[in-house]
């Protein structure tokens, strides 16, 4: 397996992933044009780390994130293709997460600092979250999540973070047993969305 840069010829294989993993997800209920344009915007950002896993010539997995603050910039860049894929896929509406996402984006739009959200604490320094990261369920192979956590660390390293950061769903237990193999610390317990940190520098 081996770990390099996504570049926009990977955007279409990546969705592919992206749609198989996190089936039934929000994320993956709004289709494909807004996943694609998720994935852009971390690829155009200065901010932004975006990073895949080949394995025999595939695109297995992928993992996404940028500096702390990037919402408002991402949901700005995305607001067009959202309300697209809104009207696109209507089903969307009823999904259980779509009132507190919407919320919470719309949040972002109008904040102005880069608070460290979820938590009581703030880590010193400049911190960079990830965003995104899955393995595709048809192609999962031991040791894959692994490799892109330690690979965005050493990305985030390069760049000069102090820190990284991540929510996640309090259900998603094998992406908890991930972050915890990995040396993530639990930073907010408040269910259903967990926050985990790793100083780095």
Not at 75 to 84: D, E, F, H, S, V
Not at 165 to 193: C, D, F, H, M
Request: proline letters at 2%; aromatic letters at 10%; a positive charge.
């Amino acid at each position: 397996m081996n770990v390099r840069r996504m570049t926009h010829n990977d955007v279409n294989e990546v969705t592919d992933a992206h749609l198989r993993a996190f089936k039934g997800y929000l994320n993956a209920s709004i289709g494909r044009s807004y996943v694609c344009e998720f994935l852009r915007w971390f690829i155009n950002s200065p901010i932004g780390i975006s990073l895949v896993l080949e394995f025999e010539g595939k695109l297995i997995g992928y993992v996404v994130g940028a500096k702390l603050g990037y919402n408002k910039e991402l949901n700005k860049a995305l607001l067009k293709t959202g309300i697209i894929s809104i009207v696109t896929h209507p089903g969307v509406l009823f999904h259980r997460h779509f009132i507190g996402n919407v919320r919470n984006r719309l949040k972002s739009l109008f904040s102005k600092g880069t608070k460290f959200e979820g938590a009581n604490i703030e880590p010193a320094g400049s911190g960079v979250s990830l965003v995104g990261i899955a393995i595709d369920p048809h192609c999962s192979k031991k040791g894959g999540g692994s490799l892109l956590i330690k690979a965005f660390e050493n990305e985030s390293i390069q760049a000069r973070y102090n820190y990284m950061k991540l929510s996640v769903y309090a259900i998603n237990q094998s992406a908890l047993n991930l972050y915890t193999r990995n040396g993530w610390q639990l930073l907010s317990n408040e269910s259903p969305v967990l926050y985990y940190y790793k100083v780095i520098g």
